[in-house]
Nanobody, 121 residues
Framework: QVQLVESGGGLVQAGGSLRLSCAAS????????VGWFRQTPGKERELVAA???????YYADSVKGRFTISRDNAKNMAYLQMDSLKPEDTAVYYC???????????????WGQGTQVTVSA
């Protein structure tokens, strides 16, 4: 069992940066793949970035070169550094974890409650 809590969301102007954090509890976090998803009203949840236990990474095309995913297994933490933010990045961002390896789009069993990110033009 893994519990996840996101933090770091907020309001930022276009071009600015935010760093999201995901605090995890549970013995299996260090061996899990962690994904950051986002969702806006009326749209499906979208995988933004993911990182395996040994730091293989995946990025959606829409965020490549702007977002960086990382993790600190010793602290049971994962992060999403978001730079050069755009208004279209506005969404609720969720941290998820699961034993999916590099099958980044496979179902994740564990989810956080989400944190709102709003980017103003």
């Amino acid at each position: 069992q893994v519990q996840l809590v996101e933090s770091g969301g907020g309001l930022v102007q276009a071009g600015g940066s935010l760093r999201l954090s995901c605090a995890a509890s549970g013995r299996t976090f260090s061996t899990s793949t962690v994904g950051w998803f986002r969702q806006t009203p009326g749209k499906e949840r979208e995988l933004v970035a993911a990182i395996t236990w040994n730091r293989n990474t995946y990025y959606a095309d829409s965020v490549k070169g702007r977002f960086t995913i990382s993790r600190d297994n010793a602290k049971n933490m994962a992060y999403l550094q978001m730079d050069s933010l755009k208004p279209e990045d506005t969404a609720v961002y969720y941290c998820a974890a699961g034993d999916v390896g590099t099958f980044y789009l496979a179902p994740y069993p564990y989810w956080g409650q989400g944190t709102q990110v709003t980017v103003s033009a």
